[in-house]
């Protein structure tokens, strides 16, 4: 006969498994216990040295020589193992309100690099795709819908617009606190295009006689979206091979993401920064014309006036950045003549 509780081996196998299910969750609130208290005390380490080499950096006494060997310090701490334990940047409003309190911060590198590796695809992919939804739109447009954009299929294109921006927004602000360089203002940007989107999709577009007057803003904004997908193809061509050179060289830590104006060398911001600005001059003058829209042809609809005033916004906040990055650039390139004479 097979063995019953009444069997006292049988019995007694189960008691001793209950022993040793007790002794391993000891034994493994022991180990975390243990593991906390040591990460804790090398937390409180790693962050007074951070902010000593954070002082002594803002030092008046430092000097080239002196700034260069503290950037290779703070870089040795940023690309090793203990990066995860070096204070990390606040969540923020926004992860909190999508995620909840939840800890965003990888503690293995190759998990930081996976969340990074990830928004590089995202990107790649949608540089192709903000050509071929517009250009598709336009094509119709002209042939099959007489010059007169349907709702739906507008709305639909708004629709994955706000999907992809809050995508990009997630992952920049995970990025941000694994410790990327990434600037605040383009996750703002991501902000801002989020909110046109969506209020993108209330908008109606009705046909009518006019209909091609009406939706002349819809058309210019659907070609900028088209340069603007030309401008990410071009980003993402020439920058990503720059940062790996930045990174293979110490300048850059490998969690650092190209931004939406950062170029290589001097061949390829002759070819970027002029595209940049082309852009961003188009962006303006697509919001300026949503807001005369609304003024001169009595459009008074709140949808109008508020995505012409985000494009305006938008537009100053990306020629503000590009300005400042080409400021940083002259001032680098400056020093380097500077230390080789």
């Known amino acids: 006969m097979g063995d019953s509780p009444e069997n006292p081996d049988f019995a007694g196998d189960v008691l001793r498994l209950v022993e040793q299910a007790k002794e391993m969750q000891d034994s493994a609130a022991s180990l975390i216990s243990r593991t906390t ?33 503290l950037i290779k310090v703070r870089y040795i ?127 109606e577009i009705e046909k009518g006689p006019d209909c091609s007057q009406k939706q002349r803003g819809v058309q210019l904004y659907l070609i900028w979206a088209i340069f603007q997908g030309v401008a990410m193809i071009l980003q993402n061509r020439y920058q990503r091979q720059r940062l790996y050179t930045r990174i293979t060289l110490g300048k850059a830590s490998r969690m650092d993401v190209v931004w ?34 609304a003024v001169t042809r009595f459009v008074f609809e709140w949808q109008v006036i508020t995505c012409g005033i985000l494009l305006i916004i938008m537009a100053v906040g990306n020629f503000s950045n590009t300005v400042q990055t080409l400021i940083t650039k002259s001032r680098v390139k400056a020093k380097m003549k500077k230390d080789c004479r």
């Open 260 to 293: 939406g104006e950062t170029a290589g060398v001097d061949g390829q911001l002759l070819l970027l920064f002029p595209v940049l600005f082309i852009l961003q001059g188009f962006e303006a003058c697509v919001g300026v014309l949503l807001l005369k829209t």
């Open 37 to 69: 208290l040591e990460e804790d005390a090398l937390r409180q380490r790693l962050a007074s040295l951070d902010s000593h080499i954070n002082s002594l950096r803002n030092s008046k006494h430092a000097d080239d020589k002196l700034e260069e060997e």
């Open 77 to 203: 701490l940023s690309e090793g193992d203990a990066a995860a334990f070096l204070p990390s940047k606040s969540h923020g409003k926004f992860l909190r309100m999508f995620l909840g309190p939840i800890n965003v911060r990888a503690n293995r590198k190759d998990l930081k690099l996976k969340v990074k590796e990830e928004y590089n695809n995202i990107k790649d992919r949608t540089a192709y795709l903000f050509l071929f939804f517009p250009s598709l739109l336009l094509v119709l447009r002209s042939w099959i819908w007489n010059g007169c954009l349907p709702a739906l299929p507008v709305q639909l294109y708004q629709a994955w617009l706000l999907y992809l921006y809050t995508a990009l927004a997630l992952r920049e602000n995970i990025l941000r606190v694994n410790g990327s360089d990434i600037r605040p203002w383009w996750i703002k940007h991501h902000y801002y295009a989020m909110a046109m989107a969506l209020i993108s999709l209330t908008w």
